[in-house]
């Protein structure tokens, strides 16, 4: 048996088809949805990482077939394995990152780019001062590689910087979907807890021009009745 035969079996063991069509409906992956069209085999996050961590040191061409799979839960694994053998070592991480830019075609859900953007993707661009490629990112007509671009900004916000997320966030004030809106309201809201103030001046000149839950997870964290107003003002709008 292959190495990749192995771990596709390892993976497969803990299929259900319930959970696949639970997952495919989680995820939007029916027709009309954003995640369609999808493959899923039923496998949860804890048991995908139980198999990550058996093959954590499988090499770059497994890497590669598994980011390339028809199922969604066996790129995860892919995706999981490359956060820990990039956060071992910072010349993999520039690799994967490359592989990634040229086949982002198989980040297809938030939860991929959930996964891989704060681990991977936004250490290796912030460590190497690269926030063009985040622009590029955020300008590509993919909602996903856009949904990445904010997701990047918790390795910025890690090291005490969040000026390119208050950027972010004003570019994406009118994008039409409820993914992003999520992504830049969650990303303020972790920006807020270090700079409540800055986040508040922020929100003072654009709370109207927010979607509203875009707006809602931005002020999760704040006192009721600041929450309150800013609501308030959304609302008058």
């Not at 490359?98 to 661009?125: E, K, M």
């Not at 704040?222 to 609501?231: A, H, I, S």
Request: a positive charge; charged letters at 25%.
């Amino acid at each position: 048996m292959s190495g990749m035969q192995a771990i596709l079996q390892s993976l497969q063991v803990f299929a259900q088809q319930e959970r696949a069509q639970k997952s495919q409906l989680y995820l939007k992956a029916i027709p009309g949805g954003y995640g369609f069209p999808d493959h899923f085999w039923g496998v949860t996050n804890p048991e995908i990482r139980k198999v990550a961590k058996q093959y954590r040191d499988c090499e770059w061409g497994i890497l590669q077939q598994l980011w390339s799979h028809e199922s969604h839960e066996v790129r995860l694994l892919a995706v999981i394995i490359m956060n820990e053998q990039g956060r071992k070592n910072p010349h993999k991480r520039e690799i994967f990152y490359q592989w990634y830019r040229a086949n982002s075609q198989a980040i297809n859900n938030w939860d991929l780019v959930d996964t891989i953007g704060p681990h991977l993707v936004g250490p290796y661009l912030y460590s190497t001062n690269k926030s063009a490629d985040v622009w590029q990112l955020a300008t590509s007509k993919n909602l996903f590689e856009q949904r990445m671009a904010v997701i990047s900004q918790f390795a910025w916000l890690k090291a005490g910087e969040d000026e390119l997320l208050y950027q972010l966030a004003r570019h994406f004030l009118s994008h039409p979907h409820d993914l992003m809106h999520k992504a830049v309201g969650w990303l303020l809201r972790e920006a807020g807890k270090d700079n409540q103030q800055k986040l508040c001046t922020f929100l003072d000149e654009v709370a109207d021009q927010m979607p509203r839950t875009m707006l809602r997870y931005a002020i999760e964290h704040f006192e009721e009745p600041t929450r309150k107003r800013y609501l308030a003002i959304k609302k008058r709008k």
